[in-house]
Each structure stands twice: as structure tokens, then as C-alpha cells.
């Protein structure tokens, strides 16, 4: 089946510092990919939807400059988490509709977990 | 805005009982997928119910869409210890011109030796 990798899969980082994470659809193109967010034992939130090639529209309540979205390959989103704060700590799923495959198929990566200190 | 609310939010039980977890939801869907997930990992996907469908099987899955009530059901027969995961129930709808997937609340399931 399709496969989508995260990189990397747990980072830690200072306060103040940016972070970048990378989406990748290993063998299938993805035209539109997902960011959520997870705090621990809660729900995945939906924080923005990107499309290759234009700008991501975010969920209610998510800042853009904050979580930069850059989806400038059919295969590659990255979410780069900006001046991050210890609030900011969670764990970031991106997911990733294969084109080709119809809108009701999307793959899951397996999660980067984020610590900020 | 989370779309979906489940119930239970945990569920403890012993091997070999059946797990029934529920999920409700507020707006029109396309489809509903039932999704695992094991403590700090990834998202398995288990099922995916349109919103034609009343019911479908896999495996000792079974899982029930009643669209006039906005709600589903996912039902785990015979349950093993390694079914012991977070359910997640996640709506697939049409919004702003494109689809999002939304996820509920979410059931713990334990299961016991």
C-alpha cells in the first residue's frame, strides 16, 4: 500500500527555535496533504490542508505564521513550527490523498513528536 | 471543530468479549472511517463505511453507519489483548471545496488477559 514518511520522527528543541518537519508520499503523488496536531490522550485536530503549488488553508484558530506550510512538490509538505514555545510541545501527523486513487483515500504518517524546552 | 463525539471515552475488558464503541457526528458526510491507534504512534486505518452503506464487516470488524441519526458503531468481536489501542471514528465531508477528514473524541480500549 501507499506510504507517507515523517521526518524526523522526534525532535527536541529550544525555545525560541523553528523546527521543520517533512511529509513525504513515497510512491504515489499527492495533490492535497493534512497537518494535525495531537496533544497527549486527545483527538487528532485538524490544523491546515495543503495543495501542491498554492497556499495552505488553516483550521479556525491556527495561526499561519506561526505553522509555516510549504506543499512545493506533489510528493513533499513540510510544516515548519516557528519561534516554537513549550506549548507548541505535541505530536504532528501529516497525511497525504493520492491523486489518482479518489478523494476518499488518504495515508497517515507515523506522527513526529515535538518537545520543546 | 471536532465533528465527532464518542462514547466510551474508555473501555476496560476481558479477552474474548466483544467491543462495541460508538461515534456521533453533526454535519453531512461522504464516508466514516474507523481508525486504531497504539499508545504514541501512528494512525492504522481499519475501516471505511460510505454513506450509502448501512454495514460492513472485516475480519471481526463490523461496523454500522446510520445517517438519519448521525451516528456509527464499530464492533470488535472476540477481542484480544493486542486490540488494546485508541479508536478513533474520523468524518469525511465536503467543505470550502475540498474534503477534510475530522476526527472524534476518541475510545481507550483496554483488554485484559
Known amino acids: 500500500g501507499a506510504v507517507v514518511s515523517q521526518h524526523p520522527s522526534r525532535v527536541i528543541c529550544k525555545s525560541g527555535t523553528s523546527v521543520k518537519i517533512e511529509c513525504r508520499s513515497l510512491?504515489?503523488?499527492?495533490?492535497?496533504m493534512f497537518w494535525y496536531r495531537q496533544f497527549p490522550k486527545q483527538s487528532l485536530m485538524l490544523m491546515a490542508t495543503?495543495?501542491?503549488?498554492?497556499?495552505?488553508?488553516?483550521e479556525q484558530g491556527v495561526e499561519k505564521d506561526k505553522f509555516l506550510i510549504n506543499h512545493a512538490s506533489l510528493t513533499l509538505s513540510t510544516l515548519t513550527v516557528t519561534s516554537a514555545h513549550p506549548e507548541d510541545s505535541s505530536f504532528y501527523i501529516c497525511?497525504?490523498?493520492?491523486?489518482?486513487?479518489?478523494?476518499?483515500?488518504?495515508?497517515f504518517g507515523p506522527g513526529t513528536r515535538l518537545l520543546v524546552l | 471543530s471536532q465533528q465527532g463525539e464518542e462514547d466510551p471515552q474508555a473501555l476496560s475488558i476481558q479477552e474474548g468479549e466483544n467491543a462495541t464503541m460508538n461515534c456521533s457526528y453533526k454535519?453531512?458526510?461522504?464516508?466514516l472511517q474507523w481508525y486504531r491507534q497504539n499508545s504514541g504512534r501512528g494512525l492504522v486505518h481499519l475501516i471505511l463505511?460510505?454513506?450509502?452503506?448501512r454495514e460492513k464487516h472485516s475480519g471481526r470488524l463490523r461496523v454500522t453507519l446510520d445517517t438519519s441519526k448521525k451516528s456509527s458503531s464499530l464492533l470488535i468481536t472476540a477481542s484480544r489483548a493486542a486490540d488494546t489501542a485508541s479508536y478513533f471514528c474520523?468524518?469525511?465531508?465536503?467543505?470550502?471545496?475540498?474534503?477534510?477528514?475530522?476526527f472524534g473524541t476518541g475510545t481507550q480500549l483496554k483488554v485484559e488477559l
Open positions: 495543503s495543495n501542491e503549488g498554492s497556499k495552505a488553508t488553516y
Open positions: 463505511i460510505r454513506s450509502n452503506e
Open positions: 474520523a468524518t469525511d465531508a465536503t467543505s470550502g471545496g475540498g474534503n477534510k477528514l475530522t
Open positions: 497525511s497525504a490523498r493520492d491523486g489518482l486513487a479518489g478523494l476518499e483515500t488518504q495515508y
Open positions: 510512491d504515489f503523488q499527492a495533490t492535497t
Open positions: 454535519t453531512s458526510i461522504n464516508n
